[in-house]
């Protein structure tokens, strides 16, 4: 077991005013984070915590992370894409989202029926990092904004987080940046959004909250 989790589920995450107090969305799936949890730990899985949130590896790398929404919580695998499905119940959380999928989950009473099904799709998940499979991501097709690029003229800090993300976060910042007529406008989202990219969150991280 990890402290840092341990910590996660009595205080919250800290992704927003309400760590620390009942409203956060932690507490509100509490229970179900807890079980979700006893599930994880008997895989191979490591426990750590990694974004203020439960994350599990597989010799250091990367394969799911437990979390809590407004609506629900979830397992989210970092390379969903590649997993099979055959009951149909992985969410591809953003419509720019390449690789990630997540089993949702909206009532504690789902978790005993998922749970056989929760074990099969973490272990495909361990044995497809294993051996290695990776997602093929699509090139950005979209040309970088020149608002942006501006920007990493005089803040290398920002350009320094932004090239540190995956290329479907690019991606997602790229449409958003770009999707204003106006010049100021497009400056202002990228202002915006500065300190998600420092953080190394993709544009649709935590939107659902």
């Known amino acids: 077991m990890n402290p840092g989790v341990d910590r996660y589920l009595i205080d919250g995450c800290g992704r927003c005013s309400f760590y620390q107090t009942p409203q956060c969305k932690v507490h509100t799936w509490a229970k179900e984070l807890t079980e979700l949890r006893r599930i ?7 426990e750590e915590l990694k974004w203020s949130q439960p994350c599990y590896t597989y010799r250091h790398k990367n394969i799911l992370l437990l979390t ?4 629900f919580t979830c397992i989210a695998f970092f390379k969903g894409s590649l997993l099979k499905d055959p009951n149909k119940i992985l969410f591809t959380p953003g419509e720019n989202s390449q690789a990630v999928r997540q089993i949702r989950i909206t009532k504690f ?3 005993a029926a998922l749970e056989s099904i929760i074990k099969t799709y973490v272990s495909e998940a361990i044995e497809l990092e294993k051996a290695g499979a990776k ?4 090139k950005n097709p979209e040309a970088t904004p020149e608002e942006l690029t501006s920007k990493f003229e005089e803040d290398a800090e920002l350009e320094k987080a932004f090239m540190a993300l995956t290329p479907g976060r690019q991606r997602g910042y790229i449409l958003n940046f770009s999707q204003p007529k ?28």
């Open 40 to 46: 994880l730990q008997e895989s191979e899985l490591q």
């Open 68 to 71: 809590a929404f407004k609506d």
């Open 109 to 111: 009473q789902e978790i």
């Open 135 to 138: 997602v093929e991501f699509k």
């Open 182 to 209: 106006k010049s100021e406008s497009r400056m202002s989202r990228i202002e915006k959004c500065r300190s998600k990219i420092l953080k190394g969150e993709g544009f649709n991280d935590y939107k659902k909250t």
